[in-house]
């Protein structure tokens, strides 16, 4: 945890596309006194495009620009900010895909790893990002995780859902097409999702966690009457990791075991790709659920929804989940220093 009396964790606030919602989730979010009972925001990214969001929602806070994250007031009613960029608003236009946009969302990730690096913030939530607008802007990574661990220089990244405080998925594949998630599904890929799902969990202080994988098929493939991919790729995954140390169960249909894990039969669920998770997730809860990467030198979260070009600068747009993705990363910061202290203690 950063130094000081302050014990609540120090979470650098990315601002996302300006272009879309990512500065008016942002404002609002950081509008709720609740929040800083047990985490410190800090905001990543532009000043006029920050104060041109909490007019656009009719926010009234002090934006106090600093230099250092040691610096902020860290108090309701006021937003500080680290100045990442200098763009007038006139430069980014909401709803457009722009090189402008998608440049300025690069700065703030690469901010964010700079002070994360250095024990100078303890998290780092991220407001949304568009996929294209960083294409066009020559960013040579697809989405924030890749850019995390390309620029923390990390391997064995996964995805975890957070789904309030019943629900945790990961996912063995994430951006690509269903028939392109099914082919990579191998036994040693469904093995090394199980590895390190469990390995996160324990870093997280959940000691000895239990696994659920879901199954791909109709009531698990039937036996091989709807498919056989239970039989020659999961049951074998789930067998390895088992034998691996891993306390793993699977394939189970995937229709009741996301309800199992809301149950407490498992700690977390492993889903095969993007739809079967997230499906699960946003029905179950939609604004609370945040998206954590795991396998990072620190705690990251983001919201789990994308820009919205066709509401941005309505300031219509919903903070909960910002609000919730920072909440998040305090904890789970917490989670990470408590787990360290214990591991060093022990």
């Not at 964790?9 to 879309?20: E, I, K, R, S, Y």
């Not at 995937?254 to 407490?264: H, N, T």
């Not at 909960?320 to 910061?333: D, I, K, L, T």
């Amino acid at each position: 945890m950063t130094e000081g009396p302050d014990h609540r964790p120090l979470v650098g606030v990315t601002m996302g596309d300006p272009a879309g919602i990512g500065p008016e989730i942002v404002v609002r979010a950081l509008t709720r006194p609740e929040l800083y009972r047990s985490v410190r925001p800090l905001v990543l990214g532009d000043e006029a495009l920050l104060a041109r969001a909490a007019e656009i929602c009719g926010v009234k806070v002090e934006v106090n620009v600093v230099d250092a994250p040691a610096a902020g007031r860290l108090v309701p009613g006021v937003v500080d900010l680290i100045p990442v960029t200098e763009l007038s608003p006139e430069q980014v236009p909401f709803g457009r895909v722009s090189p402008e946009a998608g440049r300025a969302c690069f700065e703030y990730i690469k901010k964010s790893v700079e002070l994360a690096l250095a024990g100078r913030i303890d998290a780092v939530a991220t407001a949304p990002v568009n996929k294209a607008a960083l294409q066009a802007a020559g960013v040579p990574y697809l989405d924030h995780t890749q850019a995390y661990a390309a620029l923390t220089g990390s391997t064995g990244v996964l995805t975890m859902f957070v789904v309030g405080d019943r629900l945790k998925i990961f996912f063995a594949t994430r951006h690509v097409s269903l028939r392109q998630a099914i082919a990579e599904l191998t036994v040693n890929r469904v093995y090394e999702v199980l590895v390190l799902a469990d390995r996160a969990l324990r870093r997280f202080g959940f000691g000895d966690p239990r696994l659920a994988l879901a199954a791909l098929n109709p009531h698990a493939g039937e036996g091989g009457l709807f498919g056989d991919e239970e039989i020659t790729v999961l049951a074998p995954a789930v067998e390895r990791a088992r034998a691996a140390g891993v306390r793993a169960d699977g394939p189970i249909p995937a229709d009741s075991v996301f309800y199992l894990c809301l149950q407490g039969r498992y700690d977390a669920v492993v889903s095969l790709y993007h739809d079967q998770g997230h499906i699960a997730a946003k029905t179950y809860d939609f604004d609370r659920t945040v998206s954590l990467t795991t396998g990072l030198p620190f705690v990251r979260t983001s919201v789990d929804h994308g820009t919205a070009y066709d509401i941005a600068g309505r300031g219509i747009a919903r903070a909960e989940s910002m609000a919730e993705a920072v909440r998040v990363a305090g904890e789970y910061a917490r989670r990470l220093w408590a787990a360290s202290r214990s591991t060093a203690g022990g």
